[in-house]
T-cell receptor, first 112, second 115 residues
Framework: QKEVEQDPGPLSVPEGAIVSLNCTYS??????FMWYRQYSRKGPELLMY????GNKEDGRFTAQVDKSSKYISLFIRDSQPSDSATYLC????????????FGKGTRLHILP | GAGVSQTPSNKVTEKGKYVELRCDPI?????LYWYRQSLGQGPEFLIY????????DSGLPNDRFFAVRPEGSVSTLKIQRTERGDSAVYLC????FGEGQNEQFFGPGTRLTVL
């Protein structure tokens, strides 16, 4: 079992819909949880990060972490065609020098 | 300001050749990371520098891979005797300190193709 599991998709939703992206993980030492967005032929860019459990909201994006279930989510409200990209969940354990473990990424298509 | 830059953007080489990939981090960032991203996969950690020294090289797949950062700024990832399985996008990232959770800023990557 990989440390981080993420459904690669692709996921296609109509413009304006709410998008839900999820990851599960196995390492209970993970403390920092991140979502990166990656456009084609570009490097990943950090969207959101959360420390430990809880929710964090930033504009149309909400990140949730449930450490008891080892499950994290990213919600995108009022999705736009410009949100079409690959979304990578990622996590790290501070004691491991910030080495980030990434999921495979979910390809998201927002249909106009 | 300038972000992380990587050169070349694309590199095509033949099996058995030697390649060097360069990363210019954001000015002032002390921590530098190399990752490798294969098609359809997330980035996989290779090596982490704090200043000039490699603080963690546990992700390097074998001794054909080596990286340096002699002056604590620019880094070069070196691959000897390249194999077709080395084909991937090699990503570099930098962060301000590398201690605690500081955001890692990624470059656009170098797409390596080994024929």
């Amino acid at each position: 079992q990989k440390e981080v599991e993420q459904d690669p998709g692709p996921l296609s939703v109509p413009e304006g819909a709410i998008v839900s992206l999820n990851c599960t993980y196995s390492n209970s030492a993970f403390q920092y949880f991140m979502w990166y967005r990656q456009y084609s032929r570009k490097g990943p860019e950090l969207l959101m990060y959360t420390y430990s459990s809880g929710n964090k909201e930033d504009g149309r994006f909400t990140a949730q972490v449930d450490k008891s279930s080892k499950y994290i989510s990213l919600f995108i409200r009022d999705s736009q065609p410009s949100d079409s990209a690959t979304y990578l969940c990622a996590m790290s354990d501070m004691n491991r020098d910030d080495k980030i473990i990434f999921g495979k990424g979910t390809r998201l298509h927002i249909l106009p | 300001g300038a972000g992380v830059s990587q050169t070349p953007s694309n590199k095509v080489t033949e099996k058995g050749k030697y390649v060097e990939l360069r990363c210019d981090p954001i000015s002032g960032h002390t921590a530098l990371y190399w990752y490798r991203q294969s098609l359809g996969q997330g980035p996989e950690f290779l090596i982490y520098f704090q200043g000039t020294g490699a603080a963690d090289d546990s992700g390097l797949p074998n001794d054909r891979f080596f990286a340096v950062r002699p002056e604590g700024s620019v880094s070069t990832l070196k691959i000897q005797r390249t194999e077709r399985g080395d084909s991937a996008v090699y990503l570099c990232a930098s962060s301000l300190f590398g201690e605690g959770q500081n955001e890692q800023f990624f470059g656009p990557g170098t797409r390596l193709t080994v024929l």
